[in-house]
């Protein structure tokens, strides 16, 4: 079961349980399906959008978006559409109030069907170290893998040192070492048998023995946003 406490924060983990409500929810996937066609950007296990500060370049066949956050390229900056402004605003009010300041300035929509996930990684240097996701229509388990120990940092072990349990409607802040230390993923399984050894941070078991099953029926889709650090106003057409 989830802990008492909505509120967890565990090595730079910050988790807030039904940061919204359900009719909040069906309003911002709405608007999110509402974006046309050539919004999404369709990957190999997913499709996303961006809002928010935009890539110079960006690549010809719509490969990855992460692969060129390392590039250190200044991003064009862009205002976020009203509807995404309000629950940004209401995330940083949010954060304020537990101490933490951060106004985004990008936000990444992923979309995932039940049996698909994202392989390991970090959001790079190209962004302050802190992200925040809020998550709609299906829970997901997100894992953390530590790189502390190894120089390289994209070398990690290949068991998750830390897993969080993120139900539909919550939201999740990532910072400090959590960041800047580990890398993140999500498992492609549509499923999932949980017990203690899972070392999920925000869920307590009564006993050892104890087991949960999960099952995913509906589509995740999760806001994701960030800060990006080198930005540029968009003065290109202004005369």
């Known amino acids: 079961m989830l802990r008492d406490d909505p509120k967890v924060a565990i ?134 893998f530590d790189t502390n120990k190894f120089e390289d940092l994209e070398l990690t072990s290949d068991f998750p040192s830390t897993k969080v349990y993120l139900p539909k409607n919550s939201l999740v802040f990532i910072s400090e070492d959590a960041y800047l230390k580990n890398l993140h993923s999500i498992d492609d399984f549509g499923e999932d048998f949980i017990n203690k050894n899972d070392k999920i941070i925000n869920f307590d078991f009564s006993n050892e023995n104890e087991t949960h099953y999960l099952k995913k029926t509906n589509t995740r889709v999760s806001l994701t946003f960030r800060i990006a650090k080198n930005v540029v106003k968009n003065n290109f057409f202004k005369f």
């Open 11 to 144: 090595n730079n983990i910050k988790i807030e349980n039904d940061f919204i409500t359900e009719v909040e929810a069906e309003y911002l996937l709405s608007k999110v399906y509402a974006a046309p066609k050539p919004k999404w950007v369709q990957l190999k296990n997913r499709r996303l959008q961006l809002y928010g500060c935009q890539y110079l370049k960006r690549n010809d066949n719509k490969a990855e978006i992460n692969q060129q956050k390392e590039t250190q390229l200044p991003m064009i900056k862009e205002e976020f559409p009203i509807w995404l402004e309000k629950i940004s605003q209401r995330i940083s009010n949010f954060l304020r109030g537990i101490g933490v300041d951060m106004v985004p300035n990008q936000c990444l929509i992923n979309e995932y069907f039940p049996n698909q996930g994202i392989f390991r990684h970090n959001d790079g240097p190209a962004f302050k170290p802190m992200i925040c996701t809020l998550s709609l229509g299906e829970y997901t388990i997100l894992n953390f």
